[in-house]
């Protein structure tokens, strides 16, 4: 079987936006002044737990987009690429398209879509496994971030901790 396409191009989105959205998390987290937590290794802390649950909830939703666009393409394959974009030509040494007779092209529409099939189903378990990945990543630093900002408002409220208080 020959693999014509990728499929869902997971990684040509997920990088920018995930480069953009842990940056502005970041400078949000570390610069706001109304935090409680006024130690700043407490915020850059809580910055770096925040902004890796971000990543996995990037992970999460880009595995999850993935998987169901390859779950669409294995159950529609006319509607991929390699069905809509099907050569029926041949093309001599020189270069010069020649038609094929028509059991021929009849082979190749099914091998285009029987290949387009198969990329459907790996885009989906690539899908399946990107959101399997990211989850945990996703709960456990966000775990960590909400600890480390309970910490920090347990230690401001301790006796002899003159720092002011959110009302």
């Given at each position: 079987?020959?693999?014509?396409?990728?499929?869902?191009?997971?990684?040509?989105?997920?990088?920018?936006?995930?480069?953009?959205?842990?940056?502005?998390?970041?400078?949000?987290?570390?610069?706001?002044?109304?935090?409680?937590?006024?130690?700043?290794?407490?915020?850059?802390?809580?910055?770096?737990?925040?902004?890796?649950?971000?990543?996995?909830?990037?992970?999460?939703?880009?595995?999850?987009?993935?998987?169901?666009?390859?779950?669409?393409?294995?159950?529609?394959?006319?509607?991929?690429?390699?069905?809509?974009?099907f050569?029926?030509?041949?093309?001599?040494?020189?270069?010069k398209?020649?038609?094929?007779?028509?059991?021929?092209?009849?082979?190749?529409?099914?091998?285009?879509?029987?290949?387009?099939?198969?990329?459907?189903?790996?885009?989906?378990?690539?899908?399946?496994?990107?959101?399997?990945?990211?989850?945990?990543?996703l709960i456990?630093?966000?775990?960590?971030?909400?600890?480390?900002?309970?910490?920090?408002?347990?230690?401001?409220?301790?006796?002899?901790?003159?720092?002011?208080?959110?009302?």
């Amino acid at each position: 079987m020959t693999v014509v396409g990728t499929g869902f191009p997971f990684s040509s989105f997920v990088l920018p936006v995930g480069v953009m959205v842990v940056a502005l998390t970041t400078l949000v987290l570390v610069l706001r002044h109304d935090d409680p937590m006024t130690d700043p290794s407490r915020r850059w802390s809580a910055a770096y737990y925040y902004a890796a649950a971000l990543i996995g909830l990037l992970m999460v939703l880009a595995g999850i987009v993935g998987g169901l666009s390859g779950l669409v393409q294995a159950a529609l394959p006319q509607t991929s690429e390699e069905v809509l974009y099907f050569d029926p030509y041949n093309f001599s040494p020189d270069g010069k398209p020649e038609p094929l007779s028509p059991e021929e092209e009849d082979r190749r529409r099914q091998q285009a879509l029987e290949d387009a099939r198969a990329i459907g189903v790996a885009d989906a378990l690539r899908g399946v496994i990107l959101a399997g990945v990211g989850a945990p990543v996703l709960i456990w630093h966000l775990r960590q971030a909400r600890r480390r900002e309970g910490d920090a408002g347990l230690a401001q409220n301790e006796p002899g901790n003159t720092a002011p208080t959110a009302a």
